[in-house]
């Protein structure tokens, strides 16, 4: 089936303007997270929702990140005036179950944003 | 806070060359830990999740295991399709997300 889609691939931003990313998780999973993983470093941890509640967002570095999943299945990241230190991978994960379980997160592809 | 330690950083291997790869962490309480393989410009893929200590999982050339502190990946008689960055990962009982390591770089030449 499926896997976890990501877009757009790459996106290049000037300093200042503000960009969207989207997830779409794998159908019926409840549980999306988004992570960033800067070059040579493992992935960490930005957000997570289940269903279309935001859980946890102790993750996010600034008040200039917002994530949304309004309807429990596609999520957006918004990073408004983007800065140089926001240049990263942009990874969401899904997984099927709730906070409660250890399950498996399956990642999408990722999405590169560089801020020039 | 929860901590993970990889090493190597980098591990360069000749095919058939048999070798493990550590992951140490620090977490209050684990619900699980996890190994993920990650190649250039894709999201990781899982591997394997372990629970408790003592407890074992292979997969073809992979086997993972895993003590109250740490965790091995050995890789046994590898080949140059096994090249790929290997990431560990521990889930705190009552938390949803994971902490990552940085990961490490295995080269496996033919």
């Known amino acids: 089936g499926a896997g976890v889609s990501q877009s757009p691939r790459y996106k290049v931003a000037k300093r200042g303007q503000d960009v969207a990313l989207r997830c779409d998780p794998i159908?019926?999973?409840?549980?999306l997270f988004w992570y960033q993983q800067a070059l040579g470093q493992g992935p960490e941890f930005l957000t997570y929702?289940?269903?279309?509640?935001?859980?946890?967002k102790s993750g996010l570095p600034s008040d200039r990140f917002f994530a949304e999943r309004p309807e429990g299945s596609v999520s957006t990241l918004k990073i408004q005036r983007t800065q140089q230190e926001d240049s990263a991978v942009y990874l969401c994960?899904?997984?099927?179950?709730?906070?409660?379980?250890?399950?498996?997160?399956?990642f999408g592809p990722g999405t590169r944003l560089t801020v020039l | 806070e929860d901590q993970v330690t990889q090493s190597p950083e980098a591990l360069r291997l000749q095919e058939g060359e048999s070798s493990s790869l550590n992951c140490s962490y620090t977490?209050?309480?684990?619900?699980?830990l996890f190994w993920y393989r990650q190649d250039p410009g894709k999201g990781p893929e899982f591997l394997f999740t372990?629970?408790?200590a003592g407890e074992e999982k292979e997969k073809e050339r992979l086997k993972a295991t895993l003590t109250k502190k740490e965790s091995f990946l050995h890789i046994t008689a590898p080949k140059p399709e096994d090249s790929a960055t290997y990431l560990c990962?521990?889930?705190?009982?009552?938390?949803?997300?994971?902490?990552f390591g940085d990961g490490t770089t295995l080269t496996v030449k033919p």
């Open positions: 994960a899904s997984s099927l179950g709730a906070r409660l379980y250890t399950d498996t997160q399956y």
């Open positions: 159908s019926g999973h409840v549980s």
């Open positions: 929702f289940q269903n279309e509640a935001q859980l946890d």
């Open positions: 977490v209050s309480g684990l619900r699980g």
């Open positions: 372990l629970y408790s």
């Open positions: 990962a521990v889930q705190e009982t009552n938390a949803g997300k994971s902490t």
